[in-house]
């Protein structure tokens, strides 16, 4: 068993970009990959919260991620989101994934009923016996309204090795600490990312790998930078781009769903990239769009 996690770093959930009629951009999509690839980001995350999953059809969500690991073309590992409410809907996406070409997908915790820690465990065992594509769980208990239990992720970690990394969306360290606590010693090379943006420099000094952070959309420099200072060693560094990142987090608040927030301080920084969602997503007011602008001038982004 190698040592060493298959990925780490900082990969970015790549929002889906439509048109105003609700189709998928393509040609935004690229101008959006082509940016993020010329950042230092150590893969790149499709089909995410922030890129809109949970409102596809089920077409429009193979069309997409065909699209984009066809056109990232191995320049950069590409993770695709597979989750679905169902066990087989899930494996069915897994299998697609594995077709085209991902080098990995990631699966958040099937969501509307609440599972029992054993009803949980055979839903991803089933999936791990089925994929041979490597797996990273998502916990986001804010969105599922379950947390994954340490346990199980101990379990799985522990029982199949395809199941390589967790994506933990908790606002707080502590699970994410646990979790460090209890799967490390077992398997070294499971990869433990923080989900929220603020919590990437605390996962790293708990001993874990890196983050799957929104902001790396339109941020690379402050969420790259933090990792590859720290791996410098160079803490004041650190510290300097940990305050700009700070300002970040309210961004995500200004309306549920976040995505067009996202979306804008993409543009705003420079990919004129088209800001539509998929219903029931709405368009931001002129208020949200002039605090998204405040955030970016106070995360010194863009200039006043």
Request: aromatic residues 8%.
């Amino acid at each position: 068993m190698t040592m060493k996690p298959i990925f780490s770093g900082v990969i970015p959930p790549v929002p889906t970009l439509f048109n105003q009629a609700g189709q998928f951009d393509s040609q935004a999509q690229a101008a959006l990959i082509d940016r993020i690839l010329l950042t230092p980001v150590d893969g790149l995350f499709f089909l995410g919260s922030a890129g809109e999953f949970a409102h596809m059809t089920d077409i429009q969500r193979k069309e997409v991620a065909e699209f984009c690991v066809k056109y990232v073309a191995k320049r950069k590992p590409v993770l695709i989101g597979i989750a679905h409410s169902g066990t087989f809907p899930t494996i069915e996406f897994g299998q697609h994934a594995e077709s085209i070409g991902a080098d990995g997908v990631v699966i958040v915790n099937p969501w509307y009923n609440p599972l029992t820690e054993a009803n949980l465990l055979t839903h991803y065992k089933t999936i791990a016996l089925t994929l041979k594509l490597p797996i990273i769980l998502y916990n986001f208990p804010a969105l599922t309204g379950q947390s994954l239990p340490v346990s199980l992720i101990c379990s799985l970690a522990e029982q199949h090795p395809n199941i390589v990394g967790l994506k933990d969306t908790v606002d707080t360290l502590s699970h994410i600490r646990e979790t460090l606590h209890a799967v490390k010693p077992i398997r070294p090379d499971f990869a433990v990312f923080a989900g929220y943006d603020e919590y990437l420099l605390g996962t790293l000094i708990l001993g874990g790998d890196g983050c799957i952070p929104a902001s790396a959309n339109f941020a690379a420099d402050l969420t790259c930078g933090i990792y590859q200072a720290w791996q410098n060693h160079d803490l004041s560094k650190v510290i300097e781009l940990q305050q700009k990142l700070s300002w970040i987090p309210p961004l995500y608040s200004l309306d549920s769903p976040f995505y067009n927030t996202v979306k804008l301080a993409i543009r705003l920084t420079g990919t004129d990239i088209p800001v539509h969602s998929l219903p029931p997503a709405a368009p931001l007011t002129l208020e949200m769009e002039e605090k998204v602008k405040t955030i970016l001038i106070q995360s010194g982004l863009i200039d006043k």
